[in-house]
Every structure is written in structure tokens, then in C-alpha cells.
Nanobody, 122 residues
Framework: QVQLVESGGGLVQAGGSLRLSCAAS????????MGWFRQAPGKERDFVAA????????HYADSIQGRFTISRDNAKNTVYLQMNSQKPEDTAVYYC???????????????WGQGTQVTVST
């Protein structure tokens, strides 16, 4: 069982930056692939980024490529999403998820956090 808690969301102006954190419980964090997702109002949840167990393999959605960076610290049981050059269309609830398997879609993840709101103003 893994429990995930996101933090770091808030209000930011277009062009600004935020860093989201997702803290995981349990002693086997390094055994899980971690992912970030987002869901804008009235839209489906979208894949944002995923990072493998060691951090050596990363995959990004095309929409955020070059602006967002996913990373993890296995000693702190935490995965991060650094968001730069933010746009109003980045406004969404951001979720992290964990799974033992490598997945680069929204489907199939075993564990989800409760989400954190990110709002990008013009």
C-alpha cells in the first residue's frame, strides 16, 4: 500500500514557475514508477510525465515538453514536478500516481494522490 500526498500548488502568473511535490508513504518508494497527471475543469485527466524507479528513464507529454521537469529523491520518498514558463492552459488539478510497472498513459496506475490545484493567471 502506498499513500501519496501532493503539495506546492497555487496561483502563479503566466510565465512563472511552481514546483509540485508528491510525498509517498512506505519503505518501497524506489520500487515504484511515479507519474504526474492533470485535469482541467470539464476535461479528462491527462498524462503529464513519468519517471522510472531510478530516475534514469523519463517520459513527457508533448504539451509540456521543455517546460516541465520531473525528478525524484528516493531517500526522501518524494517525486517533484518543476513547472516553468507556465501558461494559462496549464491550469488544472495536478495528481501524482505510483505503480510498479512502467506506464506512460493515465490508465493502470495503482495508487493516486488527492491532487493539488494549480492556477495560471494571464
Amino acid at each position: 500500500q502506498v499513500q501519496l500526498v501532493e503539495s506546492g500548488g497555487g496561483l502563479v502568473q503566466a510565465g512563472g514557475s511552481l514546483r509540485l511535490s508528491c510525498a509517498a508513504s512506505g519503505r518501497t518508494f524506489s520500487s515504484y514508477v511515479m507519474g504526474w497527471f492533470r485535469q482541467a475543469p470539464g476535461k479528462e485527466r491527462d498524462f503529464v510525465a513519468a519517471i522510472n524507479w531510478s530516475g534514469g528513464i523519463i517520459h513527457y507529454a508533448d504539451s509540456i515538453q521543455g517546460r516541465f521537469t520531473i525528478s525524484r529523491d528516493n531517500a526522501k520518498n518524494t517525486v517533484y514536478l518543476q513547472m516553468n514558463s507556465q501558461k494559462p492552459e496549464d491550469t488544472a488539478v495536478y495528481y501524482c500516481a505510483a505503480d510498479p510497472k512502467w506506464i506512460v498513459s493515465t490508465l493502470g496506475w495503482d495508487y493516486w494522490g488527492q491532487g493539488t490545484q494549480v492556477t495560471v493567471s494571464t
